[in-house]
C-alpha cells in the first residue's frame, strides 16, 4: 500500500499547482483504499509476481476519488472522511475540473499495463458508475423506490468499482475465465454488502467515527435500504413520516431514527449485507489457500463488521 500511495503522488505531481494542492488534500485525507488493496491481494492470490498491480491499484483509487468529488458537488456535502469536502474547501468548480483530471490520468497509466481486457474491465466500470449516478438522481425525493431499483443502484455506482479491481486483480495475474469470474462475484458482492452496511451506519453511527455528517442520505431525499424497509413494514404513520422525509429531505431526523429503530430496518438491512458477505466469501471457495485469500475473505467480515 506504501507503494501505491507512492504511485499516486508522483501521478498527481502536475505541473498546475492546483491540481497538485487539491490533489495532495485528498490524498491527505486517508480512506480505507479497500479497492486498490483487494486489487493487489487477487492478484498475488493468483500468484502474480509482478509490480503492475501497484499502479492499477492506483488507476483504481483514482477513479474512486474522481467519482467522490463529482459526488460531493452534486450532494453538496460539505464533511468527508472527518474534514472539509474539496469543494467545500476550494469550490464546485476546482472539483469537478480535478475530477475530471483523475479521470483522464487514470486512463492514462492504465495503457501502461498494454493489456487490452483490463482497460476494457475499467472503461467499462466508469461507464456503469456514471449510469449509477444518473439512476440516484432519479431517485432522489421518490418515496415509491423499491429495494430492486435501489440495489440496482448500489450495484451500478458503488458494487462496480470493487467488481472491476478485483477483476483486474484476477486478470493480471493471468488467472483461468473461471478465476475471473469468481473475482469479480466477489468484488460485486463485497461492494454491496459495503453500501448496504454505509446505509446503517447512517442512521445508528456517531458522525465523528462515520467522517461524515449522519443523516446525509436523509437530507439530500436518497431512499436507501432502511427507509425503504420502514415503508414496507412500518405503520401508516411512520409510512408517512418516511414519505415526507423523503420527498421533502426536511424532516425530524430524531423522529425518523425512531421509526427506523422500532421497526426492522436496520436488522434487515444488516442480513442483507451479511447475505453479500457470505456470498463474496463462497466466491473464493475454489481459490488456491494463501494469506491472500484469507485476508480477501476478512475483507468481507470487516465490509459489515466496521463502525465507520
Known sequence: MKAVDAVIRARLNSEVVLIRTIGDYIVGAGGKRMRPAMLMMVARALGYTGTYHQLLAAVVEFIHTATLLHDDVVDESDLRRGRGTANA??????????????????????????????????????????????????????????????????????????????????????????????????????????????????????????????????????????????MEVGTPEQRDLIRTAIETGDADFTAVAAAIQATDALEHTMRAAQEEADRASAALADYPVSVYRESLIEFCAFAVNRDR
Open 89 to 230: 474547501v476550494f469550490g464546485n468548480a476546482a472539483s469537478v475540473l480535478v475530477g475530471d483530471y483523475l479521470y483522464s490520468r487514470s486512463f492514462e497509466m492504465m495503457v501502461e499495463a498494454d493489456n487490452m481486457r483490463i482497460m476494457q474491465i475499467l472503461s467499462e466500470a466508469t461507464t456503469v458508475i456514471a449510469e449509477g449516478e444518473v439512476l440516484q438522481l432519479l431517485n432522489v425525493h421518490d418515496p415509491e423506490v423499491s429495494q430492486e431499483r435501489y440495489l440496482q443502484v448500489v450495484r451500478y455506482k458503488t458494487a462496480k468499482l470493487f467488481e472491476a479491481a478485483a477483476q483486474v486483480g484476477a486478470v493480471l495475474a493471468g488467472g483461468t475465465l473461471a478465476q475471473q469470474e469468481a473475482a469479480a462475484a466477489y468484488g460485486r458482492h463485497v461492494g454491496t454488502a459495503f453500501q448496504l452496511v454505509d446505509d446503517v451506519l447512517d442512521y445508528s453511527g456517531d458522525a465523528h467515527a462515520l467522517g461524515k455528517n449522519v443523516g446525509d442520505d436523509l437530507r439530500e431525499g436518497k431512499p436507501t435500504l432502511p427507509l425503504i424497509r420502514v
